[in-house]
């Protein structure tokens, strides 16, 4: 079956962007969600799931929950054989799970460093890598960056970095595989309400800022035929 994937799909922007495609899909007939929580994994997808049955949704036939921790390198050669094993064909790639642990540079630590990059650089790079080499047939892939990659910010030094170089990675992504017939949509969000956000500025009123389903609502028009023409840029969303 022809299926999206969208990492870290439990909640903010990641669940949003699952259940606008799930229930205003676009030819896929299933949608997979990736998380670290089991029970947090599960009620998102049996959410969106309920939403589709609501709504009598028949494009999409199922939402299917997969168990994935992206900040461990074993995790991708998993995650495509749990794919072979439901028969999913991965035609859009979601790279949206992040990490990050704000702090002054002397509070960093080896391991937040390598958690950072592994999950919001490295992660994306290599699920484009494995749906190439395993023959998925991909028309579309997004790579959610950050502002914070285009201007660095005190105390995100990890986060900046690690965002900084998915907007590279996927100025390149899209020179390579343009090609092959897939484009490469990047995303930099601003200020979005989300739990990452809240690690990063505790003290901020998230009702005055962008929500996470305005960020789906651009994407969704993103991969839509009128939105082919916007793809070849970084696309900033700010409100």
């Not at 969600?33 to 089991?38: H, N």
């Not at 309920?50 to 049955?53: G, N, P, V, Y």
């Given at each position: 079956m022809k299926a999206i994937v969208v990492t870290g799909g439990?909640?903010?922007?990641?669940?949003?962007?699952a259940r606008l495609f799930a229930t205003r899909p676009m030819n896929a007939e299933a949608v997979v969600?990736?998380?670290?929580?089991?029970a947090r994994l599960a009620d998102a997808a049996a959410a969106i799931q309920?939403?589709?049955?609501d709504q009598r949704i028949s494009n999409v036939s199922?939402?299917?929950?997969?168990?994935?921790?992206?900040?461990?390198?074993q995790a991708y050669d998993a995650f495509f054989d749990t794919l072979a094993a439901l028969d999913v064909e991965v035609e859009m790639l979601v790279n949206n799970a992040g990490f990050t642990a704000p702090g002054p540079i002397e509070t960093v630590t080896d391991d937040d460093f390598a958690r950072t990059l592994q999950v919001n650089l490295i992660s994306p790079v290599l699920l484009v890598r494995e749906a190439m080499r395993r023959g998925h047939g991909l028309r579309i892939v997004v790579n959610i960056a950050s502002t914070a990659g285009m201007n660095g910010r005190a105390n995100w030094i990890t986060y900046?970095?690690?965002?900084?170089?998915?907007?590279a990675a996927s100025e390149a992504m899209r020179e390579e595989l343009a090609g092959k017939g897939i484009d490469v949509v990047l995303l930099s969000p601003g200020r979005c309400a989300t739990d990452l956000r809240r690690t990063l500025a505790p003290d901020e009123d998230p009702s005055t800022i962008m929500q996470p389903a305005e960020v789906a609502s651009a994407l969704h028009f993103l991969c839509s035929n009128a939105g082919a023409v916007l793809r070849k840029q970084n696309l900033v969303l700010r409100r």
């Open positions: 439990t909640r903010g922007i990641g669940f949003e962007i969600l990736t998380g670290t929580d089991p309920a939403e589709i049955l199922r939402v299917i929950p997969v168990l994935s921790d992206l900040s461990r390198a900046s970095a690690s965002k900084a170089g998915m907007i």
